[in-house]
Nanobody
Framework: VQLQAYGGGLVQAGGSLRLSCAVS????????LGWFRQAPGKEREFVAA????????YYADSVKGRFTASRDNAKNTVYLQMNSLKPEDTAVYYC?????????????????WGQGTQVTVSS
């Protein structure tokens, strides 16, 4: 499975960005696609996840109500719509895939990773 994340950039606080993650390689029916982020000097943290089959989602408390994960089956792409961005959302964002089918929050559970995309929120 190959993942390619893109869509990051520089935005002012209160603004929005939509990240995309194109996935290729095999059927995703049993996969969970996760979004993680890592700020300088901090550990990688869970942001959101979506089950490819059914589309159920789960969010970290820090982004709940502001971020929305979705997927487009036809394009094999997952999205992270980020609204009401805050300076503390600044980080490199990664998408990842877990083949076990259940939503998990630990980065070590994910089998495949894309390259990161930088999101910078200015105050």
């Amino acid at each position: 499975v190959q993942l390619q994340a893109y869509g990051g950039g520089l935005v002012q606080a209160g603004g929005s960005l939509r990240l995309s993650c194109a996935v290729s390689g095999r059927s995703l029916s049993r996969y969970v696609l996760g979004w993680f982020r890592q700020a300088p000097g901090k550990e990688r943290e869970f942001v959101a996840a979506i089950r490819w089959s059914g589309g159920s989602t789960y969010y970290a408390d820090s982004v709940k109500g502001r971020f929305t994960a979705s997927r487009d089956n036809a394009k094999n792409t997952v999205y992270l719509q980020m609204n009401s961005l805050k300076p503390e959302d600044t980080a490199v964002y990664y998408c990842a895939a877990d083949s076990q089918g259940a939503i998990v929050l630990m980065s070590s559970e994910y089998d495949y990773w894309g390259q990161g995309t930088q999101v910078t929120v200015s105050s």
